[in-house]
């Protein structure tokens, strides 16, 4: 009786050990599928860089490039989507470990987080309703009304040239208020401007200024993901080498606005 009741007590013993292993090595690994996926923060609605086509696919040049960063580094990847706002405050929640969605590098974004080796150039426009003869330059801003997101370098710029802020959630929204005089202007960049007018070329909105100077738009990452940078930035660099990049502009844009 006693040879039977520590048999049994063994065979316990062995399958509590051998549960334990099991659900350790299960663990094991949801933690390695977890390290080898990469969390996009994006927009989803923010036509030609991140957006939903007919299919309800997710798509654009941002997604793309961020698609082909990806498969280099062999990460699975999913998409956070949000506005612009509520997607920083998801990022900065760490609900995403980067973000697509032409992110210009400044020197106040520098301060609080890392970015990655730029993958896109843009230029600052201005962008007013066709029948406004008023505004001709940025400086022409100083006590006008500018639809911009509040948390995008655009806003800033806006401020520092004297236009009292409209707080929208995404370009398409600024050019709405814009054409329908609810604005009197939105700065954006110009590659944007084109591409919505591919889409709408009846839109009454125009440019009547563009900056000389160049904006270049990076993958931003929390600080301390030192790591993750290096991989990101060296697929970039192989995807700029290998055309790809310049494949993805064509696509999108008809010119290379990678470099």
């Not at 292993?21 to 977890?34: L, M, R, Y």
């Not at 609900?95 to 600052?124: A, C, G, M, W």
């Amino acid at each position: 009786m006693k040879k039977s009741l520590i048999a049994i007590a063994s065979l316990l013993v062995v399958g509590v050990l051998f549960l334990s292993g099991c659900q350790s090595q299960e663990s094991e690994k949801a933690q390695g599928s977890t390290k080898n996926v990469l969390r996009v923060g994006t927009e989803g609605t923010y036509s030609p860089f991140s957006f939903r086509d007919d299919k309800d696919q997710l798509t654009g040049y941002d997604v793309d490039v961020a698609k082909a960063v990806a498969k280099k580094i062999d990460y699975k990847i999913k998409f956070v989507e949000a506005p612009w706002d509520s997607m920083l405050a998801a990022f900065d929640a760490k609900k995403s470990d980067v973000i697509f969605n032409q992110v210009s590098v400044t020197p106040e974004r520098k301060e609080k987080y890392l970015f990655s080796t730029p993958y896109s150039v843009s230029h600052p426009a201005l962008i007013v309703n066709k029948d406004n003869d008023e505004i001709k330059d940025f400086a022409d801003l100083k006590g006008k009304t500018s639809a911009q997101s509040l948390t995008s370098n655009y806003a800033q710029m806006a401020e520092e040239l004297g236009a009292e802020i409209s707080s929208v959630d995404g370009f398409s929204k600024a050019v709405e208020l814009v054409g329908d005089n609810r604005a009197d202007a939105t700065l954006n960049d110009d590659v944007t401007y084109y591409d919505y007018l591919n889409q709408k070329p009846n839109a009454p909105i125009k440019i009547v200024k563009t900056s000389d100077e160049a904006t270049e738009v990076a993958a931003m990452f929390h600080k301390g993901d030192e790591k993750l940078v290096e991989k990101v930035d060296k697929a970039i660099k192989e995807l700029e080498a290998d055309g790809t990049l310049t494949k993805l502009s064509e696509k999108y844009f008809k010119k290379d606005i990678s470099k």
